[in-house]
């Protein structure tokens, strides 16, 4: 089995409900445990003119190969109403694979490490609740040397 870590995200249709909703749904994936997951997080859109957002992060140890997981994740945003309209537009719910092990995937559907985390707060804070404070990336930095570049600032735990 492999650890994963998971970003949940959603600004739309009762944010809270619709994190819980897909942390329950995570917890029922099949061929995985659950490990657990961060607080839920609430911050301003990096995009202006959109509703905030709540984030959070899950961990599970998983035997799905990575498109797998991926392919349960975009099951999951769909059942909760996820509509693809725009790029980066306000969402029901986004799902996205972070960290896969130890692995670095670049594949047309996945990239993993996720491309945009080691900057984003919403998703380095939740997850340092969930991983040892000497957390080394697949490509080396450490969860750490990453969180002293990016400010807590904006971030409301809920
Ligand atoms: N902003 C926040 N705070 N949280 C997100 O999950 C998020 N996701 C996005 C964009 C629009 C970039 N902004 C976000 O895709």
């Not at 619709?18 to 997951?37: E, K, N, V």
């Not at 301003?44 to 961990?59: D, I």
């Not at 804070?125 to 490509?139: G, T």
């Amino acid at each position: 089995m492999e650890t994963v870590y998971i970003g949940l995200g959603s600004n739309l249709a009762a944010p809270e409900q619709q994190l819980r909703q897909a942390l329950a749904a995570l917890a029922a994936l099949p061929d995985s445990h659950w490990i657990g997951a961060s607080a839920l997080y609430s911050s301003e859109s990096l995009l202006p003119g959109q509703p905030r957002y709540t984030n959070a992060v899950a961990a599970l140890a998983t035997d799905l190969a990575p498109l797998a997981l991926l392919d349960a994740l975009q099951a999951i945003e769909n059942d909760q109403g996820r509509e693809r309209l725009e790029r980066w537009g306000p969402r029901t719910l986004d799902l996205d694979i972070l960290l896969f092990g130890e692995r670095v995937i670049d594949e047309p559907r996945l990239k993993v490490p996720h491309y945009h985390m080691q900057a984003r707060a919403f998703v380095l804070y939740p997850l340092a609740e969930l991983v040892p404070a000497d957390f080394v990336l697949a490509d080396g930095r450490t969860l750490q040397g990453l969180l002293d570049e990016c400010p807590f600032e904006g971030l409301q735990r809920l």
